[in-house]
């Protein structure tokens, strides 16, 4: 018996994708209209920017973006200037704390035969491209500045901000895990 099965990849899209994609449309700058000199752009970045990517480990933030876009006759230069905070979790306590956040970075955007990345902040795009898109771009910056290890800042006495239950009960088994060391029988071994 013979089974045929006929996939279609015209699928309907998901109304949360197409919102998405409507959400996104603002990151999308028509630069060929643009003069030639600088031209300031303002985002304001919050839980929908992070739901907009699927594999979004931020969730919720607050963060200004200002795009300064310099065209020039054969690339555009734009700063990024990021400030604000992301919503993250403390690696030590698990509990939630809004980490500040404030960058700045380069990128540039050439005009070349063919559209390919030279280098982590340098694009080439074809010379008929009409827009760029930095909603891409935005959301790595952020997800950058979410440093490997995130634990909660100290106050200005330097104490830790974690959840004291939490830091009372790590320490709790800490102290139980060094007192039930499994090297400890070894210790009455006798090899004689």
């Known amino acids: 018996m013979l089974i045929t099965i006929i996939i279609s990849t015209f699928a309907p899209l998901k109304p949360e994708t197409i919102r998405a994609v409507d959400?996104?449309?603002?990151?999308?700058?028509?630069?060929?209209?643009l003069s030639a000199g600088n031209h300031q752009f303002e985002f304001e970045i919050d839980d929908k920017f992070f739901a907009s990517f699927e594999y979004s480990e931020i969730k919720k933030a607050?963060?200004?973006?200002?795009l300064d876009l310099n065209k020039q006759e054969r690339m555009l230069v734009l700063n990024f200037s990021l400030s604000g905070t992301l919503q993250v979790r403390c690696d030590r306590c698990l509990d939630e704390f809004d980490m500040p956040v404030e960058s700045f970075e380069e990128y540039f955007i050439k005009f070349g035969l063919e559209h390919r990345e030279e280098d982590d902040n340098i694009l080439v795009i074809a010379e008929n491209e009409t827009h760029i898109d930095v909603a891409q771009l935005i959301f790595d910056y952020l997800s950058l500045s979410v440093p490997y290890r995130v634990v909660h800042p100290d106050d200005e006495n330097g104490v830790s901000q974690c959840n004291p239950e939490v830091i009372k009960k790590i320490e709790e088994l800490?102290?139980?895990?060094?007192?039930?060391s499994q090297w400890d029988a070894l210790k009455n071994l006798n090899l004689e």
């Open 62 to 66: 607050r963060v200004t973006v200002s």
């Open 174 to 180: 800490s102290a139980r895990k060094e007192n039930e």
């Open 23 to 33: 959400y996104l449309k603002q990151f999308v700058i028509p630069f060929v209209g």
